[in-house]
């Protein structure tokens, strides 16, 4: 039995390895799957709820002629807290080409000026309720939504903000269909 020991220790570390590459190359392919913006069934977010700004004020999302970038959000979602000054900074790059809002799903404004420190953005705004994440279907965050200069959602991504230049792209292909 001592001289199959060996045949046999190498074979479990050869499917240890076989395993370790199939769900390592599975999972690449699922972080390449959702860091990519997607293609929505256009609907238009006029008939959507509205949002609340930090002064009360009932906000209204798009198709004002500007393209808007809904960033649904929440203080409890780690990642999302995390990238918070890279989300801030990547708003603000953005904000001359179109309107940016990072959308708490927190279900009032304390947690959110807690996380802030008092001082709450301008682009930071409450969907109260959840009632504009659900009828888009926000059902885990970051969640994403690109909105047409005319008031569609073109484009949905399930990952974090990463870069200018990948949401201006995406952007680009959506006007053009």
């Keep these: 039995m001592r001289r199959w020991l060996p045949w046999v220790l190498a074979a479990v570390v050869i499917q240890a390895t076989v395993l370790l590459l199939v769900w390592r190359s599975g999972h690449e392919a699922t972080e390449r799957a959702f860091s990519a913006w997607v293609p929505t069934t256009p609907r238009t977010v006029r008939t959507l709820p509205r949002l609340s700004a930090r002064d009360g004020r009932e906000l209204h999302i798009a198709g004002d002629g500007r393209p808007t970038l809904l960033y649904f959000w929440g203080t409890w979602c780690e ?29 009032a404004w304390n947690a959110v000026e807690t996380h802030f420190d008092g001082d709450v953005p301008a ?29 569609y959602v073109v484009a949905r991504n399930l ?19």
């Excluded at 990952?159 to 269909?177: E, F, G, K, M, V």
Aim: net charge negative; charged share 20%.
């Design 79 to 107: 990642p999302c807290v995390r990238h918070m000054p890279d989300t801030l900074a990547l708003a603000t790059e953005l904000h001359a080409e179109l309107d940016v809002w990072l959308v708490a799903r927190d279900a």
């Design 123 to 151: 682009a930071v705004v409450l969907d109260p309720a959840g009632r504009l994440g659900d009828a888009l279907g926000v059902d885990s965050l970051p969640t994403s939504f690109l909105v047409d200069a005319t008031g």
């Design 159 to 177: 990952d974090l903000l990463s870069n200018a230049d990948a949401i201006r792209a995406a952007l680009a292909a959506y006007r053009t269909r």
